[in-house]
């Protein structure tokens, strides 16, 4: 299995990013999509996650209503659009994928709950 993110860059607060994660060896419609995001010194946080075989969304409390996640399947991608971002969202962002079975709700905020990581893509977002 491998998961590929990408999109992330340097942007003006207030302005928009859309992240991408790329999956092969694993079908993103079967399995729970979190991201996450990383600072240098801190433990990774939860960002948001879709949940398998719906698309049923949940979002931390710092980025619901600016942050959305989508999934297409055709293509086997998950993304992330980020809106109104801000100097806090700068960090490490990672999309991960659940193993098999279907993991309650409270699991999917821990990072532990998720069998495959992406490598991260950097979003600085500068004030």
């Known amino acids: 299995v491998q998961l590929q993110a990408s999109g992330g860059g340097l942007v003006q607060a207030g302005g928009s990013l859309r992240l991408s994660c790329s999956a092969s060896?694993?079908?993103?419609?079967?399995?729970?999509m979190g991201w996450f995001r990383q600072v240098p010194g801190k433990e990774r946080e939860f960002v948001g996650v879709?949940?398998?075989?719906?698309?049923?969304?949940y979002y931390s409390a710092s980025v619901k209503g600016r942050f959305a996640i989508s999934r297409d399947n055709a293509n086997n991608r998950v993304y992330l659009q980020m809106n109104s971002l801000r100097p806090e969202d700068t960090a490490v962002y990672y999309c991960?994928?659940?193993?098999?079975?279907?993991?309650?709700?409270?699991?999917?905020?821990?990072?532990?709950?998720?069998?495959?990581w992406g490598q991260g893509t950097l979003v600085t977002v500068s004030s």
């Open positions: 991960a994928g659940t193993g098999m079975g279907n993991p309650i709700l409270s699991s999917l905020y821990r990072p532990s709950t998720y069998s495959y």
């Open positions: 060896g694993l079908t993103v419609s079967s399995h729970s």
């Open positions: 879709m949940r398998k075989s719906t698309t049923s969304t």
